[in-house]
Structures are given as C-alpha cells and as structure tokens.
C-alpha cells in the first residue's frame, strides 16, 4: 500500500528564487511535518503580464531546479511549464491531486497573496483541495472573514526579501548576491539574467 504522503505546494514566478523562499519552504516542511515541497514554476501567472517577467519560464525553473540541488525534499514542478494557457492554482492543485491521488496537499503562499485569495479564479476548488500553508509578511493585512479558520501561519520572522529586490538590486549595480542561494548566485552571475 502507498504511503499517504504530505505534500507543500509552492508556487510562484521564481524571478528568482531567493533565500526567503528556502527559508519559507523549510519551515513548511518541519511545522507540519511534509514529506517533500514541490516548487511550481509559474509559466503564464494571470496576474502579471509577460512584459513582467523578467527571466523565461526555462531560466526560473533552471534557477530553482539549482536552488534545490542538494535539497532532497525539495522537487522543482514544471506542471505549469507544460500545459497551455494563464496558470490557475486550482487547476495545478487538481493536476497535481490527480498524479497524488493518496496525498494530502498544503499550499504555501505569504501572507500579501492570502488576503487576495478570494479575487483568484475558484479560490472554494482551491480551499476544497488544499490546506493553506501562510507565511507572514511585514505590516498589517486585514484577512477576508471568508478565510478565518481555514489557514495555518507559519511560525517564521516575516519575510522582507521579494524577487522586485532581487531585481532591482541586479539592476542598479547593488549588492544583491547575499539574497541569493550560492547555486542561483552562480547561474545569475554565468548568464547576466538580471544585469542590464
């Protein structure tokens, strides 16, 4: 009989990968006990544009794939990668149930994208699917009533550091490698993925 598995979903646009989200995924992983975390790449995230997205879809999976090399529960998911159209979380949930059919799902997000949830497309398929991982962000959010009760908030400092840092950084000559896992650091440095 198949082990019932503990399953984190992670998604994001990874643009790039970056310290906190390790620190995020690891805190999931030990609070409540996941046997691994799968980092889904978003390919067409319906709220940016592609004009946003700085590095290709290859280049953030390739990013995080090297993030996650020496991190045996962490996997990088292409399941977005490779099916067409905007990537709607309650439809990778499903895809991702049907090829976990015995797991149960924890999806991981921060805190600034929960008190958003209920404006996602099917936020009820998503919450129907998958207990809600949150982790906390600098300020104060005021979260949806239709939300009270149905998360888990990580027990971790909350994180400062966005992918728009990282970026910006790159971009105005500033230091920014100390925000980056070492394997991400050397990919970004190889390819100049950020330095305009």
Same mark, same amino acid.
């Given at each position: 009989?198949?082990?019932?598995?503990?399953?984190?979903?992670?998604?994001?646009?990874?643009d790039?990968?970056?310290?906190?989200?390790?620190?995020?995924a690891?805190?999931?992983?030990?609070?409540?006990? !996941?046997?691994?975390?799968?980092?889904?790449?978003?390919a067409?995230?319906?709220?940016?544009?592609?004009?946003k997205?700085?590095?290709?879809?290859?280049?953030?999976?390739?990013?995080?794939?090297?993030?996650?090399?020496?991190?045996?529960?962490?996997?990088?998911?292409?399941?977005?990668?490779?099916?067409e159209?905007?990537?709607?979380?309650?439809?990778?949930?499903?895809?991702?149930?049907?090829?976990?059919?015995?797991?149960?799902?924890?999806?991981?997000?921060?805190?600034?994208?929960?008190?958003? !949830?209920?404006?996602?497309?099917?936020?009820?398929?998503?919450?129907?699917?998958?207990? !809600?991982?949150?982790?906390?962000?600098?300020?104060?959010?005021?979260?949806?009533?239709?939300?009270?009760?149905?998360?888990?908030?990580?027990?971790?400092?909350?994180?400062?550091?966005?992918?728009?840092?990282?970026?910006?950084?790159?971009?105005?000559?500033?230091?920014?490698?100390?925000?980056?896992?070492?394997?991400?650091?050397?990919?970004?440095?190889?390819?100049g993925?950020?330095?305009?």
């Amino acid at each position: 009989m198949s082990k019932h598995l503990r399953i984190g979903v992670f998604g994001g646009t990874f643009d790039p990968i970056h310290e906190a989200h390790l620190r995020i995924a690891n805190a999931a992983l030990k609070q409540m006990r !996941l046997d691994k975390v799968l980092f889904v790449v978003a390919a067409h995230p319906p709220h940016k544009s592609r004009r946003k997205l700085h590095a290709s879809a290859e280049e953030r999976l390739a990013m995080v794939e090297a993030a996650l090399a020496d991190e045996p529960q962490f996997e990088a998911s292409r399941v977005e990668l490779d099916r067409e159209g905007p990537s709607y979380t309650a439809e990778t949930l499903e895809i991702l149930q049907q090829q976990h059919p015995t797991a149960t799902l924890f999806l991981i997000l921060g805190l600034d994208s929960l008190v958003d !949830l209920p404006k996602w497309r099917d936020p009820e398929r998503i919450l129907a699917v998958a207990h !809600l991982l949150v982790a906390p962000r600098p300020g104060t959010y005021p979260i949806p009533a239709v939300l009270d009760g149905r998360y888990t908030l990580l027990d971790l400092e909350p994180v400062e550091v966005s992918s728009t840092e990282v970026r910006n950084r790159a971009a105005n000559r500033e230091p920014y490698e100390e925000l980056l896992p070492p394997p991400v650091r050397r990919y970004v440095k190889k390819h100049g993925t950020y330095e305009s």
